[in-house]
């Protein structure tokens, strides 16, 4: 007789836009007792999925984080470098790294994906001492990132909204990076540092970016002149701004980056203070996954 699993459920209840009042009532609702065992947690302050997940990973194999991205982040803290195995309810707003994955965004259907899935390993980042497991950046997507996470209201409209009302005022800063044994000085509106393909809500910066492949894809962005900014739009709204002249991607397992001042960086959707000099190392296989 095969014996049940245990698993367990690590709810952000303020995660996204709304969805997570009935997620637990579907949960057990869902899975049957036969295979799981259910546990379910919900976090109760910022970065409370990590000591959730070291919790959880005593007595079960699975740990499922039910959020955004920045909650995947805190529960895969505890997992990384382990035999544990990460699953992902998507239940955010941006949801980047489920979208990546080809993960269902319907609750139900993610649940029973979950049941079904493959285990996979995937690689991670670090950016100095943090652990990415999506996109970390710098520049406008970091003040983007800093201002929406201050905000009371969640969701793509919101996110629009800021990014639209900072773009026109915002000045490209200077960068130095040395990467693959070469020095690349630039002015940029943003450089991005990705596993995965996307920030999320579909959109795609790096549309060629692999989670297997022990490389990230480094993304410079200059800021387009006004009369390009429009063309510039429309490719990264179909997942073309690969494309743009203004953009430059080079692949890299690790990057260091110096800056002027010390400033925002981007790590999966979270705006996280950090020096002017950081480094991004790429951590190939280090994270289980279902897929």
């Not at 740990?63 to 544990?84: C, F, P, Q, W, Y």
């Amino acid at each position: 007789m095969q014996m049940s699993k245990n698993i367990a459920f690590i709810i952000n209840p303020i995660s996204g836009i709304g969805k997570q009042a009935s997620i637990e009532e579907t949960i057990r609702t869902s899975l049957g007792p036969s295979r799981f065992n259910v546990h379910v947690f919900y976090t109760q302050a910022p970065k409370d999925g990590t000591r959730l997940a070291l919790e959880a990973m005593k007595t079960c194999e699975i740990i499922v984080a039910v959020g955004g991205d920045g909650s995947v982040n805190d529960v895969a803290k505890a997992l990384i470098h382990t035999d544990k195995i990460l699953g992902i309810i998507p239940s955010g707003s941006g949801n980047g790294l489920a979208r990546h994955l080809g993960l269902p965004l319907d609750v139900k259907e993610a649940l029973n994906h979950l049941q079904n899935g493959v285990i996979r390993a995937i690689d991670t980042l670090t950016v100095n001492d943090k652990l990415c497991i999506s996109i970390a950046g710098v520049g406008f997507d970091a003040d983007v990132a800093e201002q929406f996470n201050k905000s009371k209201r969640r969701g793509f409209i919101k996110y629009s909204e800021i990014a639209v009302g900072n773009f026109l005022l915002y000045r490209p800063k200077k960068y130095r990076l040395k990467f693959n044994g070469q020095k690349l000085k630039t002015r940029a509106l943003m450089i991005n540092f990705a596993n995965s393909n996307q920030f999320g809500y579909g959109f795609q910066i790096a549309p060629n970016a692999d989670l297997t492949d022990g490389l990230m894809d480094m993304v410079v962005l200059k800021k387009p002149h006004l009369l390009w900014s429009q063309i510039d739009v429309i490719r990264f709204l179909r997942n073309a701004i690969h494309r743009s002249k203004y953009c430059q991607i080079y692949q890299t397992a690790n990057v260091r980056l110096k800056r002027k001042n010390p400033d925002w960086v981007n790590i999966d959707g979270e705006a996280v203070w950090m020096p002017r000099e950081i480094t991004i190392a790429v951590h190939p296989e280090s994270l289980n996954v279902i897929c």
